[in-house]
T-cell receptor, first 113, second 112 residues
Framework: DGGITQSPKYLFRKEGQNVTLSCEQNLNHDAMYWYRQDPGQGLRLIYYSQIVNDFQKGDIAEGYSVSREKKESFPLTVTSAQKNPTAFYLC????????????FGPGTRLTVT | GENVEQHPSTLSVQEGDSAVIKCTYSDSASNYFPWYKQELGKRPQLIIDIRSNVGEKKDQRIAVTLNKTAKHFSLHITETQPEDSAVYFCAAIGGSQGNLIFGKGTKLSVKP
């Protein structure tokens, strides 16, 4: 454990509110990723960033936004436009976009009611 | 784009038996195939991976085999133990950006 952290572990929000999930890494990795995990589903890519100040949409980016102002940090905002935001969110990082091995954070379980 | 299918979705074995989980992929250009283990409520952790230039890789009780012609790869766990109980995910690099595409997971239960 350690190296890549996410906070908080559990998060509760009311429908219609935006919420930001934190992801920090001290591995000096260039690339960072956000995944969403639902029961019985694999991990689905929301956004990824290969380098500071640059990021790309993944397969399910609608209703989410990110920023990458620092190499160590890649926060994810779940907006009110996301129709079904309740899920387990995982952040990951890799040394470089083409180094392939990804290391995951402990995850944040978001519940929106 | 890449599509990864994983079977079975659930697998129950007796302690000491072997377990095999299979994945197929669609993009013949894929060249990296990791396997992750996720215990309940925890983060996925890389347990073994294989690149397209080898056909098999072993690490103690786990092994992965790759058949590039058939576009499938498998995870083999021998002498299973209760602590092997978890959800296992396969993945493949796919797409022009080389992002990992995951299978839907296999819930392995090892009964003592």
């Amino acid at each position: 454990d350690g190296g890549i952290t996410q906070s908080p572990k559990y998060l509760f929000r009311k429908e219609g509110q935006n919420v930001t999930l934190s992801c920090e890494q001290n591995l000096n990795h260039d690339a960072m990723y956000w995944y969403r995990q639902d029961p019985g589903q694999g991990l689905r890519l929301i956004y990824y960033s290969q380098i500071v100040n640059d990021f790309q949409k993944g397969d399910i980016a609608e209703g989410y936004s990110v920023s990458r102002e620092k190499k160590e940090s890649f926060p994810l905002t779940v907006t009110s436009a996301q129709k079904n935001p309740t899920a387990f969110y995982l952040c990951a990082s890799s040394m470089a976009a083409d180094s392939y091995e990804q290391y995951f954070g402990p995850g944040t379980r978001l519940t929106v009611t | 784009g890449e599509n990864v299918e994983q079977h079975p979705s659930t697998l129950s074995v007796q302690e000491g038996d072997s377990a095999v989980i299979k994945c197929t992929y669609s993009d013949s250009a894929s060249n990296y195939f990791p396997w992750y283990k996720q215990e309940l409520g925890k983060r996925p952790q890389l347990i073994i991976d294989i690149r397209s230039n080898v056909g098999e890789k072993k690490d103690q009780r786990i092994a992965v085999t790759l058949n590039k012609t058939a576009k499938h790869f498998s995870l083999h766990i021998t002498e299973t133990q209760p602590e092997d109980s978890a959800v296992y995910f396969c993945a493949a690099i796919g797409g022009s950006q080389g992002n990992l595409i995951f299978g839907k997971g296999t819930k392995l239960s090892v009964k003592p």
